[in-house]
């Protein structure tokens, strides 16, 4: 009965993941890629040459959010966080600091 019960919990719950916000990047130069899994406040980012995803993270702004990714891995020329995109004038202050 409580496999029946925690099945039915997780089947439920399916569509919520499915929806869960794209979190990426684009990074300005792919040589920087990490070669493992890279953890930035709570988010596990993984890279394919230039580009990056991730799962998971804190709950903060995109903005600020990219400012901790770039400390990191360098340059980014997208990103997206947790389904919020930067424009291309919130990269280049991203991408300054």
């Not at 890629?33 to 040459?49: F, K, M, N, Q, V």
């Not at 993270?57 to 020329?77: D, E, H, L, T």
């Amino acid at each position: 009965m409580r496999a029946l019960v925690l099945a039915a919990a997780l089947f439920a719950a399916a569509p919520a993941l499915a929806d869960t916000p794209a979190t990426s990047l684009t990074l300005a130069d792919a040589s920087k890629a990490p070669a493992a899994t890279l953890i930035i406040d709570g988010a596990s980012w993984r890279c394919d040459g230039a580009s990056c995803t991730a799962t998971g993270g804190a709950n903060q702004p995109a903005p600020r959010a990219c400012r901790r990714v770039v400390a990191r891995v360098g340059q980014v020329s997208a990103f997206s966080y947790k389904g919020v995109a930067l424009s291309a004038e919130q990269l280049a202050t991203c991408n300054a600091a």
